[in-house]
């Protein structure tokens, strides 16, 4: 079908904007050929991850400065036409889709590192650099970037969303690791956010509020973020187990007893059978933890003794321990290639992709529940989670063509979270708000915070510009 007469799947209607033919020129008269509305170009960036089809921005700006970014913003004040920032696309929850029309802001060609600050353990960077370019030119300082959400995500998208990813119950999320920023307002103003100390207690924490705004609030176009020390000696792990509830106990044993656990991944038979498939591995296919440890060659070798002690107690097998960095890469890598390796078990389908988080203590329960409801469904899923601070994912496949099947999902999903919500845990422990959580985020937050959220965003974007439609509706 062509895409631009696909129909809306949206959970709520909206009426596109115009953007005046005037505004067009005006971009194309200060960027040139960097201001594309070729249809390939504009659908390339009107797709996602998520499951929805809308109507592709009118327009793509590929800006390659921070003066840059607020001149194609101011002049969308200008003219009350919406902009959407893009970094690599990678979005399970709809944030860059053009839902009211208007232009896709392509951050993807600043993509420098600024600044290195290794006495520091600091470094500054350009909004599309990923979080893989960054390590890579950062190996020789000795020091890492340690959030991992998988993807290749660019670091812009990273930190607008709040990731965080397999390395977050040791180094935490993008909340954490956020120094300051760079933004440009709805008006095209250029503003400054934090600095490179540890802390600050001057005014109101705006890096905190642009990150996780999903690009509501400024779009992000410098970032100071933490680094940390590689470690001297880093172990891999994997292990088997007869039952998924046994693999989650484990977990939670080896969280409560305090053990410095780097990484703790949750791959459920159907994810082991996928990454076996699609990268030719041979591991046991049944519920199974990747774990990570990091420190001292003494320190792993005593963390990675415990681990294994509790996950035998818990009827662990199999266990493969990866030292060398290529056997740990090889294990990761099949890891991080879970979702596209889920989607080749039911070829031509989507996702609809679930991101709760619960307390630790609630975790076996939560996710025994949800294995439940999906084979009593009768629909295709895989399981994969960053288990070790209560997050997990349940990716539905669907047919496109099928609205039964998305429908299905859906109230699996809806199922899921109210559960988690019940359990005093979220509706997104990373992937964001965006289009598909929107009714959840008021049975999470309550209608009072989300009208507050409400306030801050017409007080910084009254025009309703910047990504207009994500997170709530004005």
């Known amino acids: 079908m062509d895409r631009m007469n696909a129909p809306t799947e949206l959970p709520f209607r909206v009426e596109p904007r115009e953007v005046p033919a005037a505004m067009i020129d005006a971009l194309k008269a200060r960027f040139g050929e960097r201001c594309s509305t070729a249809l390939a170009v504009r659908e390339q960036h009107g797709r996602d ?18 003066e840059e970014v607020a001149a194609a913003v101011a002049l969308a004040d200008r003219y009350a036409v919406p902009v959407i920032p893009f970094g690599v696309g990678s979005s399970l929850e709809g944030h860059l889709l053009a839902v009211q029309g208007g232009i896709s802001i392509d951050v993807s060609r600043m993509n420098r590192v600024l600044q290195v600050n290794p006495e520091d353990l600091t470094v500054m960077l350009e909004p599309g650099v990923t979080r893989e370019q960054l390590n890579r030119e950062i190996r020789d300082t000795g020091l890492f970037f340690p959030i991992d959400p998988g993807a290749n995500a660019s670091l812009g998208g990273m930190a607008a969303t709040r990731a965080s990813g397999t390395n977050a119950v040791r180094y935490g999320t993008m909340r954490e690791n956020v120094l300051g920023l760079t933004v ?27 990150v996780g705004s999903e ?10 973020l933490k680094l940390y020390p590689i470690p001297e000696a880093i172990s891999a792990a994997v292990v088997v187990f007869d039952r998924i509830e046994s693999a989650v106990n484990t977990t939670i044993q080896m969280i409560q007893l305090g053990l410095p656990i780097a990484r703790c991944e949750l791959l459920d038979v159907n994810a082991v059978r996928a990454v076996n498939r699609h990268d030719k591995l041979a591991l046991r296919e049944g519920p199974m933890l990747l774990m990570e440890f990091h420190g001292t060659e003494a320190g792993v070798k005593e963390q990675a003794e415990m681990a294994q002690q509790i996950a035998r107690e818990n009827g662990g097998e199999d266990f493969q321990w990866a030292t060398t960095p290529e056997e740990r890469t090889r294990l990761w890598t099949a890891r991080h290639r879970a979702y596209f390796a889920g ?28 294995v439940e409801d999906a084979e009593g469904a009768g629909l295709q899923y895989y399981i994969v989670g960053h288990v070790g601070d209560g997050n997990f994912h349940i990716a539905y496949l669907i047919d496109p063509a099928k609205p039964q099947e998305r429908e299905v999902a859906e109230q699996l999903n809806d199922r899921l979270v109210h559960r988690a919500l019940e359990m005093e845990g979220t509706c997104t422990g990373e992937h964001g708000i965006g289009l598909h959580k929107q009714g959840f985020l008021v049975d999470e937050a309550g209608s009072g915070a989300v009208e507050m959220m409400r306030t801050l965003k017409r007080a910084l974007d009254p025009k309703n510009i910047l990504n207009p439609g994500k997170i709530f509706r004005l």
């Open 215 to 224: 690009g509501t609030l400024g779009v992000i176009t410098e970032i100071t």
């Open 343 to 370: 989607l080749q078990m039911k070829p031509g389908c989507r996702t609809v992709t679930t991101d709760t988080c619960v307390p630790i203590s609630r975790l076996t329960e939560c996710i025994s529940q949800a």
């Open 49 to 66: 991850e998520s499951p929805f089809d809308v109507r592709p921005p009118d327009a793509v700006v590929f800006c390659e400065s921070t």
């Open 184 to 210: 440009v307002t709805a008006s095209g103003e250029v503003i400054r956010t934090g600095t490179r100390a540890k802390k600050s207690s001057a005014g109101y924490d705006l890096t905190r509020l642009m």
